[in-house]
């Protein structure tokens, strides 16, 4: 078998002798000839048939003799074109063999059929061949499983990772490190994931996503490892202005807002200078700033390290091989890149496997994001973790749609089974955006009700490539709840469906929202009204522990910063107490200026 460049034919025309075979062939002649740059051959089981339609129609190609019962022969075809077009049906009798051909050969394939079932089939049988970037993800995340079992077997006492993990990076997914992540953290040989942060929104004022579910490492005794690549006024003019940094106070504040985060989210991080010979950090003030962390890292790494959060959002691992690039942009990457940071409470992160695992804490408010292919079994875990912890659930856009254990897959009555809300969906595209209604749900009482939801309209810098990109948020297909007995809190602004939808349920309340992305805002007055611990309503970047609260500014005023325990905080650089047993302080910011607190007193 040749590769596809080489092979002798472009495309073989398999059933030519079949009523459409024979449209086909005479269309082939019609259009391409039989001497033009398009190598073709007609293909069939019985020679003289062959012969009478070549005759019949004018084509004067090769003829292939290959019977569907005989794997050796489709095989010989498959691995001699590029294109294999069947009409030979009903393809659940004769079409299995030749499917399983030209998979193995890595041809094209196109046929007629209208049986779901044997399509069904086929894609589970072949579906490395049928997704190809699924295989993509999955292939690298079992080469980097199986050169870890080879160090470890050598090397046993030896930590071993990889740079594995683009999440948080849509554009990226395609890269092939994004859908093996729960493969490679299962397979027990595998200390770490590394990755740097997302390259944009970095500048003062705004945060860096992070391209791994962290909380799932957490899960299984395994790191996440960001690394720092954090940029400095040190640049050259090119990115300086990229990042919007231009003296040592805006170096100080991102170099502080990305350590706070990574003491309170309990990452681990290395801060990476790529100048030759160093420059991005080589400076005494970068120096005796990096000492100073090291200093409070080690007090931190010395308490208690559970985190307590309240918030859990959840992700789904499989859905971005069943969905375009935008929607996994809409629901995953702007969520994570300009939102999250912002609510104003400390949010875990996890795929939605974890709900199985008796290890994941309880939270108040579960957010489900990109979940829409969901086993039964997966359903069942959800909803039993959520009722579980008596809390609320936020579903977004199409939790379920896809259900791989129906014999109908794709339905929008499957988003039933997780909201306890009748469903319905039109078949339009429609744009996201809705407003709160005026006599809305207790739990969005306090959202501004002129405010347009479901659009993002934050700046989006890039900060490694000029420009500022903008993002109109739609949905195809729309979906909403049709469900008398729920609430609708909001409704979209086009159509005039339910946007916003409440139910409460048995021990746990479920709000349905039809947009895949909306502002912080939203998130937080849920997880107030879910009893989830609201640190401040400022719109700062807020990161937060048991023990630690770093804030970064998002914009020059007064700060409110509610604490969840009577103590007296204590910024770690100041070296300063704010206050003295309270739950409440006030303070002025710069914006891009970063404050990190001790809720346990002084290091």
Known sequence: MGTRDDRPFDLILYGATSFVGRILARRLVERQGTTGPLRWAIAGRDAAKLERIAVEVGADVERIIADAADPDALADLAGSTRVVVSTVGPYALYGS?????????????????????????????????ADYYRAWHLGTAKSVVHFAR???AKSPDKLVGAFYGSYGCTNLIDGGTAGGVLHI??????????????????????????????????????????????????ENRHYQNLIEMFDMTDTYGIMKRDFGRNICEDLQAWWFDQHVGGGRYKHPDIYALIARQQEIARFAYSLDRRKGSEIAFIYDEESIHVTAQWASLDSIEMTRNYEIAHIGAPVDQYYHNDTAN???????????????????????????????????????????????DREQQFSHEYLSDLTGMRSAMLLENWSSKFKINGDAHPAFAELDKGQIFGALDRRMPNNVRPGVRSRETSSYPVFYMDDPSALTAARFLGNRLPALSVKAMDGWTSVYCGAKYVRAELYRAVARYAGCHIYSDDGDCLYASRNFVTVHAATSGEKCLRLPVVCSPYELYERQTYGEDTREIRFSMLRGETKMFSLVGKD
């Not at 579960?366 to 936020?394: C, G, M, P, W």
Request: charged share 25%.
């Open 97 to 129: 063999d030749l499917v399983a051909a030209v998979a193995a050969a890595g041809t094209d394939y196109c046929d007629l059929t209208g049986e779901p079932q044997w399509m069904r089939k086929m894609i589970d049988q072949h579906q490395a061949t």
């Open 150 to 152: 080879i160090i470890k």
């Open 185 to 234: 953290l299962d397979s027990g040989v595998v200390d770490f994931l590394a990755a740097p942060g997302v390259y944009e929104n970095r500048q003062p004022g705004g945060f860096t996503g992070q391209r791994e579910m962290n909380d799932s490492f957490r899960l299984r005794n395994t790191m996440f490892i960001v690394e720092e690549d954090t940029r400095t006024h040190f």
């Open 358 to 404: 008796p290890a994941m804490p309880a939270y108040k408010l579960y957010v489900f994001f990109n979940v829409y292919s969901l086993t039964d079994q997966e359903r069942r875990d959800i909803l039993a973790k959520v009722k579980r912890d008596h809390a609320v659930a936020l579903w977004l856009y199409a939790p379920g749609v896809i259900n791989p």
